[in-house]
C-alpha cells in the first residue's frame, strides 16, 4: 500500500500471495468439493497503514525508506471517511495487480487442491464495492485473464465464477446492468443498510437504540433487516438481476443471515442461500426451515421457474 511505483507493489506482492495461496487452499479443502465465495480485498485502506510512530520506524528499514517517508505516505493517503473512500474494486482499479494477484492464488490453490484430492474445485471470486456495471466490467476483464492465464499454464480445465457484491445502492438499482457481466449476486447487507440509511455502522449505536425507544425503527436496521426499505432493493435487484441473466446465484453476507426474520425474508424474495458468522449458524439454519414450512402451511401458489429455497 505505501509503494509508489507498480514495480515495488509486484515485488511486494509476491510473498503475500504465497500465503494467501496456501489459506485458500485451506478453505478448498475443508470445504470439500462444496461452494466456497472469496471475496477480494475490501477493508479501507487504513487498516493497513502503520499509524503509531513505533510501527513505523520498524518498517522503514525493511523497505529501504526513512522513518519520516513512511510517515509522510501514510499521511498522504489518509480519508475523511474511510468506508466510503478507497477500498474495494476502486483500490482494484488503481491497482489492479493486487486483484490480479489475489486471483493467481485462488486459482492455483484450486488447482492444486484438485489435484491432491481429487474433489472438483469451482472457486466463486467476488469483487465487491461495486456502484457501476463499468466498475465491474473493467476488473472482471483483468481478474478473468490472470484466471484463464494462470489455468492455461496448468493444463487444466478448471471452472470458475465471477461475480459482485450488492452493497451500494446504486448497483442495486441497476442489477439488470450489473448481471450482464455478474455470474452470482452476494447482497452485503452491512453496507447496503448504511448506504440506504444514511447511517454510519461505527457511530450510529449512540442514537439508534432512542430511534428503537421511540418507535422510529422497530428494531436496529443493523441487528435486523430493514425490510421495507432495504429489503425493497434486494427484492429488486433479484427480479431485475434474473431477467437479466435467468439463473443467478443470489445470497447475502453479513450478520443478517443468522437474524431469523430477515433469513425469512431472504426465502420469500428466492435468495439460494444466506451465510453468517459460525455461532449463528444453528438459528439460521433453524428459520430456514421454519420459512419453509410456514409456505408450505400457507400454501404460497409458486412462482414461475421459482428460484430455490434459503438454505445455508
Known sequence: MLATEEDQRKTALQPIKEFQKQDFKGLF????GLPCTIRLLDPPLHEFMPHELEAQQALAPKIGQTADWVAARVHSLAESNPMLGHRGVRLGITYPEIYETQVEAVIEAALEVTKETG??????????????????????????????????????????????????????????????????????????????????RDDSGVFLKEYVKQGIYEQDPFQVLDQTGVGLLIEMAVQ??????????????????????????????????????????PVAIMAAAQAAIEETRAGTAPKANPPPPAKL
Open 29 to 32: 479443502t475443508a470445504m470439500k
Open 119 to 200: 474433489e472438483a474445485v469451482v472457486p466463486e471470486i467476488m469483487i465487491p464495492l461495486i456502484g457501476k456495471v463499468d466498475e465491474l466490467a473493467w476488473m472482471k476483464a483483468r481478474c478473468v485473464d490472470a484466471a484463464d492465464r494462470t489455468i492455461k499454464k496448468s493444463g487444466s480445465a478448471l471452472k470458475y465464477m465471477m461475480g459482485t457484491m450488492i452493497e451500494v445502492p446504486r448497483a442495486a438499482l441497476t442489477a439488470d446492468e450489473v448481471a450482464t457481466q455478474a455470474e452470482f449476486f452476494s447482497f452485503g447487507t452491512n453496507d447496503l443498510t448504511q448506504m440506504t440509511c444514511g447511517f454510519s
Open 240 to 281: 431485475k438481476g434474473r431477467a437479466a441473466r435467468p439463473g443467478l446465484k443470489c445470497g447475502i453476507c453479513g450478520e443478517h443471515g443468522g437474524e431469523p426474520s430477515s433469513v425469512k425474508f431472504c426465502h420469500r424474495v428466492g435468495l439460494d442461500y444466506v451465510s453468517c458468522s459460525p455461532y449463528r449458524v
